[in-house]
């Protein structure tokens, strides 16, 4: 069964330092999305991206935030200067361009910022 | 108000039991319903995906939309103890960004 594959699974960043979270979603779909959890919380949307572009963002992905779609299969999630606040799993989820919504997600990258 | 509310729980119940999983919406501008399934540290699982008002059945889950009461159900028979987990409800609108609005999950606990 296809899946959306995220790497790494845990990621431990110093505070300022830059990092690259990395998802490859499924194949055919055309969607690609960034979400957070922080832990207790709910799942929050970040960031949606469709041909090339970014389709729609929170208030939460501000100017540290980047998304970039390097090749053909991978969607990368980039916080510039990490702070505490940014500690949280990250889900990649991607959904195909028929007309239905079902989002199908990764199994996230723990970010800890220390 | 808040946009999505679910009832966080916890909710434990025997095995066997028939489960019903609630939230409540504010926005009327959803058109798409879905629940999600999270064990500890996992990504969310697609269970039930339900356009606009309506029943929807898959083996042991039915889900339900009211859209004039802004409401939707998750309803599990024959609980088993691997149905352990957080529930997540989440909605979103038309558009082709279908960002997705969740609610705060329901720790489910089914007891052997």
Redesign the interface.
């Known amino acids: 069964e296809p899946e959306?594959t995220?790497t790494p699974s845990h990621q431990v960043t110093q505070m300022g330092q830059e990092v690259i979270l990395r998802c490859v979603p499924i194949s055919n779909h055309l969607?690609f999305?960034w979400?957070r959890q922080i832990l207790g919380?709910?799942?929050?949307?970040l960031v949606?991206f469709?041909n090339n572009e970014i389709?729609?963002k929170?208030e939460i992905f501000d100017d540290q935030f980047s998304v970039e779609r390097p090749d053909g299969s991978n969607f990368t999630l980039k916080i510039r200067s990490t702070k505490l606040e940014d500690s949280a799993?990250y889900?990649c989820a991607s959904?195909s361009q028929s007309g239905?919504?079902?989002?199908?997600?990764?199994?996230?990258t723990?970010l800890t910022v220390v | 108000q808040k946009e999505v509310e679910q009832d966080p729980g916890p909710l434990s119940v025997p095995e066997g039991a028939i489960v019903s999983l609630n939230c409540t919406y504010s926005n009327s501008a959803f058109q798409y319903f879905m629940w999600y399934r999270q064990y500890s540290r996992k990504g969310p699982e697609l269970l039930m995906y339900t356009y606009s008002s309506g029943n929807k059945e898959d083996g042991r889950f039915t889900a339900q939309v009211d859209k004039s009461s802004k409401y939707i159900s998750l309803f599990i028979r024959d609980s088993q103890p691997s149905d352990s987990a957080t529930y997540l409800c989440a909605m979103s609108g038309r558009g082709s960004a279908r960002q997705l609005t969740f609610g705060s999950g329901t720790q489910l606990t089914v007891l052997p």
């Open positions: 959306v995220q969607y999305y979400y919380q709910k799942v929050e949307f949606s469709y389709s729609e929170s799993m889900f959904s239905e919504t079902e989002a199908f997600f990764g199994q996230g723990r």
